[in-house]
């Protein structure tokens, strides 16, 4: 086999050929290590504590929110096992490198039984001056910036057209509220509809249901928000079409008005009643017996 030789600042150095070989499965293997890669995603409601060991016994050094990604640096052979609201999570302790934009960086060990590849559901976040609102798997219109605002009593938010606040999962945190009970209610308004284009009287009249109270899920600090059935998108107060068509001349263009020439009761089209908002009341109570009251509003698009 023939050496080749080289020098380098005077000095001759034998290159022997398997060295550029090896030289580039070494390039090949440190590219794998980094595409191959894990990163995975927190879907525990409440965040993931980091600790400095991997044990429950380990200090805490930060947390992970409901979302956060992470490179899994190592994995353990620690076994843990979590039962979470009737249900047994299993899974190992984990070390990790968080991903957001946090500095410096957080790390340390997290259990890997709510780590997952997928991104969790969208989840959106009320901030108030004493806590904070999420609520899953709802797309919000958001022109108003209400999303980046601070609230004090009152938060208003439109959703996006088919999306509704019903059925939906919400949490209240970084609160120290020892009581929290929530309640429920609708709203119903009339809307003239013309093929397409729809003129909402969301500031007249309308239908406003009683409060219902919200049950805090079993073994979590979430409540489920109640779905409504189609009849109860449809429920109205009597209405005076004389009172109507002057709301609607008084709101609309004139030519709506022509739409309700020789429409004599509200049931008849282009006259439509449908949900225009959905109500969240929060009544918390502090440690001192003080009672604080909320109201979160989401806006229902009514026409298509």
Same mark, same amino acid.
């Given at each position: ?57 380990? @200090? ?57 590849? @997928? ?51 919400? $949490?209240?945190?970084?609160?120290? $509220? ?107 109570? @502090? ?18």
């Amino acid at each position: 086999m023939i050496m080749k030789l080289k020098t380098y600042n005077g000095v001759l150095f034998k290159k022997h050929p398997m060295v550029k070989q090896i030289g580039l499965v070494l390039i090949f293997c440190l590219a794998f290590q980094v595409s191959a890669q894990e990163i995975l995603y927190v879907h525990a409601d409440n965040g993931l504590i980091i600790r400095k060991e991997p044990t429950r016994k380990g @200090d805490k050094t930060g947390k992970l929110d409901y979302g956060a990604s992470v490179r899994i640096v190592q994995r353990t052979n620690f076994p843990l096992s979590i039962l979470d609201d009737g249900e047994t999570i299993n899974g190992v302790w984990v070390e990790i490198e968080d991903l957001g934009q946090s500095y410096p960086k957080k790390k340390g060990y997290v259990f890997d039984g709510y780590l997952k590849e @997928d991104a969790p559901p969208q989840r959106i976040q009320l901030v108030f001056n004493d806590f904070v609102f999420q609520m899953d798997e709802i797309v919000v219109w958001d022109t108003k910036e209400e999303l980046a605002k601070v609230h004090k009593d009152r938060a208003q938010v439109s959703v996006e057209l088919g999306e509704s606040p019903e059925g939906k999962k919400f $949490y209240l945190k970084n609160h120290d $509220y020892e009581k929290i009970e929530v309640y429920q209610r609708f709203e119903n308004s009339i809307t003239i509809m013309n093929e397409g284009p729809h003129c909402d009287l969301t500031e007249w009249k309308h239908y406003d249901s009683p409060w219902q109270k919200l049950k805090l899920q079993e073994g979590s600090n979430s409540f489920m928000t109640t779905t409504y059935a189609p009849e109860d998108w449809q429920k109205f107060i009597p209405v005076d079409m004389a009172e109507l068509k002057l709301a609607v001349k008084n709101n609309c263009q004139e030519h709506w008005l022509d739409l309700l020439m020789n429409v004599k009761d509200v049931n008849d089209y282009p006259i439509d009643v449908s949900m225009s908002r959905i109500f969240l009341k929060l009544i918390l109570t @502090d440690k001192n017996k003080v009672t604080n009251e909320k109201l979160i509003v989401f806006n229902i698009p009514m026409g298509c």
